[in-house]
């Protein structure tokens, strides 16, 4: 014999059945939600900090030093954003076709992206983005800064 459920019995019955069938989905979305948020924080994070900062000296005996380094090479990722940081101390000489300048800063197959840049005595900060191609390039100095000026370089090395 089948008793008949009240109203209120068909609607508790229908909620537990709703919550039984919602528990693995709501448990999946949190999930979900949670690998999005690990995924997603370090970027967020990464992009908060800004630009990795390089400091480098072009010094009045006409050569680029890296701190710390007796050959100055620095190493980027393709498309990083860097933010130099360079001491220029004035040497001998100054180039009247860069006027102002003490040194320069300069990729030569690059100077259409940026890299080509004035440096005047004391600090200058500049922000350039990486070569998006791997492969070793030369900073060179384009300014005639007096002797030694020919041999005024580095290599920067572009990593994927």
């Known amino acids: 014999m089948k008793t008949k ?3 209120t ?3 508790t019955a229908q909620v537990r059945s709703l919550a ?5 989905y709501r448990l999946a979305f949190l999930v979900a939600l949670a690998l999005l948020f690990a995924l997603a924080i370090p970027s967020l994070y990464t992009f908060a900090q800004g630009p990795r900062v390089i400091q480098l000296l072009a010094d ?7 701190p710390g380094q007796k050959l100055p090479v620095i190493t980027v990722k393709a498309k990083e954003v860097i933010k130099f940081r360079v001491t220029a101390h004035k040497g ?20 259409s992206q940026g890299w080509d840049v004035c440096l005047k005595e004391g600090m200058n900060e500049f922000v350039l983005v990486a070569p998006s191609k791997p492969g070793d390039y030369s900073i060179e100095c384009m300014s005639k ?12 090395t572009v990593t994927e």
């Open 5 to 7: 459920r009240t109203e």
């Open 9 to 11: 019995e068909r609607c």
């Open 20 to 24: 039984r069938f919602g528990t693995p």
């Open 60 to 66: 009045k005996d006409n050569k680029f030093k890296v």
């Open 92 to 111: 001998t000489e100054t180039d009247p076709k860069y006027p102002g300048c003490v040194h320069s800063f300069t990729i030569k197959e690059l100077k």
């Open 145 to 156: 800064c007096g002797k030694g000026h020919d041999e005024m370089n580095m290599k920067m």
